[in-house]
């Protein structure tokens, strides 16, 4: 009797540190090399788009589905658009992007990493939120982060709020993220880029090649439909109050944001560690219907001068694709573009849509 026992203690003794170590691996589904490549297109944006951006990422077929709902009801525009968004059953944090088409955009064409950045914020929020202040500190002395006549940048305690100038005014920041945080310190893991269509691009979107920020068209806030997603930084959670209305938008009212699984549409969770990574998926490495053909031009060009169309120089790494389940189809993709940069204001839907190109694949060399 002795010796079987004895030799199954020994089995459990020699079987509990993998298990030990399998549960460490669990517990850090994201390593920090990764949550700086997901967070730093975004640390940058105001709080409470940052705030609707990391809640709406956590359903990312919906994000899908509102893109395409956009695209193909270009016409509604203000008051008609948030009762259009009020029949649909996304959860307010979709709706409430809808009043900013080129974050949505850039959400659906680079929906590897939103799903990533959904995952991490599930999994890992103090992390997450820790790492925006981070990035934000990082941009801050390389002096590319502060106050402007787009937004108010002020340091509150050990963290960096950023809030618009005008209360229910707000202006999306395009900026490389591999740029204005300074030398970026995870060359094996650059953060992505997402190069905009004509149609959502500043006059002066060539300055980022600097290392500046560059800011799209305002965008008045419209009460009916941009719920008041705001950021708890000594908490590090999510809060959801009243919505902005007429230059107010206190915080009376507000609750705790909290994820809604029936919003996920059956999207699998990520339960494993990142441990092996592969290269970005563009656009043209996509699934395509077979009456489409994929952009045969690269996304990633060399840098050019100022004032003209600028890209980074090569393309970024991303974690592994959790599975999901299939996506709708993506957008056509135009045969050309425009040669000529957007004005400076918040394109009007229908026109951003005609002769839209590839909005991760640019013809412009």
Not at 189 to 199: E, R, V
Not at 224 to 237: A, C, D, K, L, Q
């Amino acid at each position: 009797m002795a010796r079987p026992l004895q030799a199954l203690l020994i089995c459990i003794a020699a079987c509990l540190p993998p298990l030990a170590q399998a549960q460490t691996d669990q517990q850090a589904l994201f390593s920090q090399s990764d949550l700086d490549q997901m967070l730093a297109p975004v640390a940058l944006y105001p709080d409470d788009l940052l705030s609707n951006v990391l809640a709406a990422s956590t359903y990312p077929l919906e994000v899908v589905q509102a893109d395409r709902y956009l695209q193909q009801n270009t016409s509604l525009q203000g008051n008609a658009l948030a009762d259009a968004l009020n029949t649909q059953p996304w959860d307010g944090s979709i709706k409430s992007l809808a009043q900013f088409p080129s974050v949505l955009a850039m959400m659906d064409d680079q929906l590897s990493w939103t799903e990533q950045l959904g995952n991490a914020f599930l999994a890992q929020p103090t992390a997450v939120m820790d790492t925006v202040q981070a990035l934000r500190a990082r941009a801050a002395a390389n002096g590319t982060l502060q106050s402007n006549p787009e937004e108010v940048v002020q340091t509150q305690g050990n963290d960096i709020a950023i809030q618009p100038a005008q209360p229910d005014v707000v202006y999306v920041p395009y900026y490389d993220p591999g740029l204005v945080y300074g030398v970026w310190w995870w060359p094996a893991q650059p953060p992505i880029f997402w190069n905009p269509p004509l149609a959502y691009r500043p006059y002066n979107f060539g300055n980022i090649g600097s290392g500046g920020i560059a800011y799209g068209g305002r965008v008045i806030v419209n009460g009916n439909s941009f719920s008041r997603f705001r950021p708890n930084w000594g908490t590090h959670t999510i809060s959801v109050g009243t919505p902005r209305r007429g230059g107010g938008g206190g915080t009376g009212g507000a609750t705790a944001w909290h994820h809604d699984a029936a919003h996920r549409l059956g999207v699998a969770y990520r339960t494993v560690p990142t441990a092996n990574r592969v290269t970005q998926q563009t656009s043209a490495q996509r699934a395509y219907p077979s009456q489409l053909t994929a952009p045969a031009q690269p996304q990633f060009t060399t840098r050019v001068q100022q004032n003209e169309t600028y890209r980074p120089t090569a393309p970024a790494v991303m974690p592994v694709q959790p599975q999901r389940t299939e996506m709708p189809a993506p957008r056509a993709v135009p045969a050309q573009v425009e040669s000529h940069p957007a004005p400076h204001t918040e394109p009007n839907r229908a026109e951003a849509n005609h002769g839209e190109p590839n909005r991760n694949n640019d013809t412009h060399k």
